[in-house]
Every structure is written in C-alpha cells, then in structure tokens.
T-cell receptor, first 114, second 115 residues
Framework: NAGVTQTPKFQVLKTGQSMTLQCAQDMNHNSMYWYRQDPGMGLRLIYYSASEGTTDKGEVPNGYNVSRLNKREFSLRLESAAPSQTSVYFC?????????????FGPGTRLTVT | DQQVKQNSPSLSVQEGRISILNCDYTNSMFDYFLWYKKYPAEGPTFLISISSIKDKNEDGRFTVFLNKSAKHLSLHIVPSQPGDSAVYFCAASAYSGAGSYQLTFGKGTKLSVIP
C-alpha cells in the first residue's frame, strides 16, 4: 500500500505558466482533498471531492481548478500561475471503514512561482 | 476569523517529561477532533482523534482530552521523546455532506524535545 502519492515533488514555474498537480490514493477512499500550506498559516482547503464525480470549493479556491478523474485520482490545475500561489500543496483522502473523518495525506508538492 | 486556534507557536520540553499542546475552537458544529504530526518535508500524519461524545482518548503515550463546555482540547505526550519533535496540528471536523468531512486546521505548534 503506497497510501497517497503526489507528483511532482518540486516544481518551479514562471508567472502565467500552467501546470497540473497529480494525486492518487490506493486505499479505496471515497473523498479526496487538496490543501495548501503557507508559513504560519496551517493547512487551508482549496477544493475537495466527496465522491467520484463531485467536486466542491473549499476555503481558498480562487486560481485553481480540480478534476476527479476516477475514484483513485484527483488532480489540481493552476491555469495561470501567480507568485501568491507559491506554497506547499498536499493531497489527502478519507473514507476508511469506521474512520470517515480521518484524512491521510500525501508527501506534498513544493511549488515556487517566480 | 480563526475557528481553530493553537495559541502557542512553539514549545520546548525535556526528554522524559510531559508535553501538553493546547487547542481552542469556536464552532459548536465541530463534532470530531484530530491531532496530526508533521516532520519537515513530509505530509502530516494522523496521530489521534476524539469524538465530541467523549472527553478522553488514549493511544500509548498519547492522550487527547476534550472539554466541550470550554471548547478546548489538549494533547498530552508522556513521556516525551526526541523523536516527538515535530509540528503538531489540531484539526476539527464537520460533516460537509455526501459522506465527506471537512477539516479546519490550527496553525500548528512546533514541539522540541530536548535530550
């Protein structure tokens, strides 16, 4: 079991470039989430997907889009990157039997926008 | 307005002593609370949780206490070990529909356990 995997681990973009962050989980979880972590800010929810075929906005969705490709995969897209999107991005999943509220996180993607 | 607050950005404790990390929340709709541990350059890892119908949950060296009337929870680590040095995040959960639970995180407390 790999748990939650994210690619890439690191990325540097120029302002205006686009990219997609990939996330996959092998725990058969229904729900998946994207967070960003900034220094001194904790983790803030960008988007989430309660189940395959649904997506909803979180606390900080502006500048991002998501796709729940199937039950395993949930991608985050930056259409036109801005320096304010420099952050560490974490994907998470939840929905284990009897533990629906517990989220399990991937290792993160460190993104720098110059 | 922050719904989950960890008012101590950092805490230093001697090895073998007790570490107490505190967390306050404001939203009465939160019904499940979790603690996560995070090492540098890694994702947060789930540590321990507690339902709002309980006031204490233990797992080995880790105990979480919940005081609903005060909207306060704490994580006790006894005895503290150098490997416990990490950032600890408090999180509160509310049901967001379709079987999904949203977590609201505090800003974290950096624990340093001194050998």
């Amino acid at each position: 079991n790999a748990g939650v995997t994210q690619t890439p681990k690191f990325q540097v973009l120029k302002t205006g470039q686009s990219m997609t962050l990939q996330c996959a989980q092998d725990m058969n979880h229904n729900s998946m989430y994207w967070y960003r972590q900034d220094p001194g800010m904790g983790l803030r929810l960008i988007y989430y997907s309660a189940s395959e075929g649904t997506t909803d906005k979180g606390e900080v969705p502006n500048g991002y889009n998501v796709s729940r490709l199937n039950k395993r995969e949930f991608s985050l897209r930056l259409e036109s990157a801005a320096p304010s999107q420099t952050s560490v991005y974490f994907c998470a999943s939840s929905g284990g039997p009897g533990r629906v509220a517990e989220q399990y996180f991937g290792p993160g993607t460190r993104l720098t926008v110059t | 307005d922050q719904q989950v607050k960890q008012n101590s950005p950092s805490l230093s404790v001697q090895e073998g002593r007790i570490s107490i990390l505190n967390c306050d929340y404001t939203n009465s709709m939160f019904d499940y609370f979790l603690w996560y541990k995070k090492y540098p350059a890694e994702g947060p890892t789930f540590l321990i949780s507690i339902s709002s119908i309980k006031d204490k949950n233990e797992d080995g060296r880790f105990t979480v206490f919940l005081n609903k009337s005060a909207k306060h929870l704490s994580l006790h680590i006894v005895p503290s070990q150098p490997g416990d040095s990490a950032v600890y995040f408090c999180a509160a959960s509310a049901y967001s529909g379709a079987g999904s639970y949203q977590l609201t995180f505090g800003k974290g407390t950096k624990l340093s356990v001194i050998p």
